[in-house]
């Protein structure tokens, strides 16, 4: 009978923590959800201030697909808990997952943290953070949405900017392609 009583109390523990589990990762698809329809409603436009630098890097793949790499680095202000989504709007949300940092984590201690001239990986500071994707389309656009709180974890900001990109029509080569400047929105 003690044993019954005792399998039984370890079988409510597992399925309630279970189920909490199952209710915080709910909650993370929500948000993430909510933040794709944040950036479709922006309908990109840019933030006059950006406090940290980004560029978007594309290599052309041998299938005609070309594989994107936004790095955001060199903040110019202390920025925690970031989070940041990449959506193409051109491609259906229903069928895809955007590339994104801090919002589908498993781990809710995982937490990226940027600051001026400073890094740390193992405390979860960064030198950078990078969203990449595959697009098959020649020409696209990238609209991001970065969130992060002040240092006193209290205040959050939130900016949003483009990442725009168009293959050369006599480009034929693969390889790596530079199309901004360090967050000055210059497609070379």
Known sequence: MRKVVIVCAFLLFILTGCNKLSKEKEERVKTYENYINTVVNNKGIESNYIPFEYKMNVIKQKDKSYRYEIEISNSHVAMY??????????VDMNENVFPCVGILEEDDSVQYN????????????????????VSKEEQ??????VTW????LQNQS????NCNYAQDKNDTANGLKETSNEGKNNIE
């Open 81 to 90: 808990d970031i989070e940041a989504i990449a959506v193409d709007q051109h």
């Open 114 to 133: 940027m600051i001026p001239y400073q890094s740390r990986g193992e405390k979860n500071f960064v030198k950078s953070i990078s969203l990449d994707a």
């Open 140 to 145: 696209f656009t990238i609209n991001v949405m």
């Open 149 to 152: 709180k002040d240092s006193s």
């Open 158 to 161: 939130r900016v949003f900017f």
